[in-house]
């Protein structure tokens, strides 16, 4: 997982301002991403037993908690059960 996040990183967001980072809580994986120096939140992945087969939960600033039922954002679609998918959902929705 970590080695997913840091070539992500490098390969998508290359200038080295803005990353991803992975916070591991139990069975799941809190995606945060600093933007030019502002770190924040971005999605929670849930560990379902494949690693291609993670479920999903956007970061909601409205509520401030993480939604697994919301589909209804930039990206959505990008949210594919895989880490890469979760962090291009998460450009998509908080673009940086």
């Known amino acids: 997982m970590e080695e997913t996040v840091r070539r992500f990183n490098g390969d998508t967001l290359s200038l080295g301002e803005c ?6 809580t139990g069975s799941h994986c809190y995606l945060q991403r600093s933007d030019y120096g502002s770190m924040g939140p971005i999605c929670r ?22 939604d697994p039922d919301e589909w209804m954002f930039p990206g959505s679609e990008l949210a594919d059960g895989t880490v890469e998918g979760a962090m291009m959902a998460g450009l998509e929705a908080y673009p940086a």
């Open 19 to 24: 990353y991803y980072e992975a916070k591991f």
């Open 45 to 66: 992945l849930t560990y379902t037993g494949k690693m291609n087969e993670w479920a999903f939960a956007i970061f909601k600033w409205s509520s401030g908690t993480y």
